[in-house]
């Protein structure tokens, strides 16, 4: 199973309990709509699949999450910090007026300085701001999304033009 056929849903924060629940941070955005059955959780870079006897979504960015034959606290403790996947046939087909930042993974960014710096990707969502990743001369590169960098988005050619601050890129290139 390659990750490529899946998306991200969210990470398991902790367990719940001493019955084998787990609490979920969800970092996609109504994931209560969608329907299914069975999660993959990414296990030393496998994606393990896991039946889901029942779900709950208690508050925003949070799920409780009880798996068939995980039912104790010794057998959930080994799935804490772990990424939780679905197949990307489940994920819902979007109108491109409903284009977000989150959505920019896999662009190619485009700094007006330095020129191409590389595919995004991950793109990470704080309560702050959003962040984007990219690796630019064999280094994680760090930058935030937002309209005072952002100079353009050319959706279908999947390329994003930036203006970042000068000396931002230095701050990873010279530690």
């Known amino acids: 199973m390659k990750t490529e056929d899946y998306f991200k849903i969210g990470t398991i924060l902790k367990t719940r309990g001493l019955k084998g629940e787990?609490?979920?941070?969800?970092?996609?955005?109504?994931l209560e709509k969608i329907k299914y059955n069975t999660v993959?959780?990414?296990?030393?870079?496998k994606l393990v699949p896991y039946f889901v006897s029942s779900v709950k979504y208690p508050q925003a960015n949070t799920a409780y999450l009880n798996l068939e034959e995980v039912d104790h606290v010794d057998k959930t403790a080994q799935l804490v910090k772990k990424e939780v996947y679905l197949p990307n046939k489940l994920k819902p087909k979007r109108k491109k007026e409903e284009f977000?930042?989150?959505?920019?993974?896999?662009?190619?960014?485009i700094d007006e300085t330095h020129g191409e710096l590389g595919e995004i990707t991950d793109v990470i969502e704080y309560p702050q701001q959003t962040i984007a990743s990219v690796h630019y001369q064999h280094r994680e590169v760090l930058f935030p999304l937002n309209a005072a960098f952002i100079k353009g988005i050319d959706v279908e050619g999947g390329e994003i033009y930036l203006d970042l601050p000068e000396g931002l890129l230095d701050v990873y290139l010279n530690p």
């Open 100 to 109: 977000t930042l989150k959505d920019l993974q896999g662009f190619i960014a």
């Open 22 to 30: 787990l609490q979920v941070y969800v970092d996609f955005d109504e």
């Open 40 to 45: 993959f959780i990414d296990v030393a870079g």
